[in-house]
């Protein structure tokens, strides 16, 4: 069974930085992409960052510049590594994974608070 687990949420002021990231568990045999969605209460989960197979990156326009995605070298582990955090970058955010037969998985989500 595959697992998804992010950690590295919290609630950090404005400005700050902060570091997620979404370890994976389980038999994986091919990983199209994975990304970073998040969502907030009563709106859409929308992507946040993507990063594919072979290393190619995409990212919403409202994090360019402030946020990087990024996966260690054995593939197990997704990071988000985000600066200059502002108050709408408040969310839960959610880890998700495609393999190439389609499958998809996702996250439980970790809580990102942006508050002063």
């Known amino acids: 069974q595959v697992q998804l687990v992010e950690s590295g949420g919290g609630l950090v002021q404005p400005g700050d930085s902060l570091r997620l990231s979404c370890v994976v568990s389980g038999r994986i045999f091919s990983v199209a992409s994975m990304a970073w969605y998040r969502q907030v209460i009563g709106k859409e989960r929308e992507l946040v960052a993507r990063v594919s197979a072979g290393g190619s990156t995409t990212y919403a326009d409202s994090v360019k510049g402030r946020f990087t995605i990024s996966r260690d070298s054995a593939g197990d582990t997704l990071f988000l590594q985000m600066n200059n955090l502002k108050p709408e970058d408040t969310a839960v955010y959610y880890c998700?994974?495609?393999?190439?037969?389609?499958?998809?998985?996702w996250g439980q989500g970790t809580q990102v608070t942006v508050s002063s």
């Open positions: 998700w994974q495609k393999t190439y037969g389609s499958e998809i998985y």
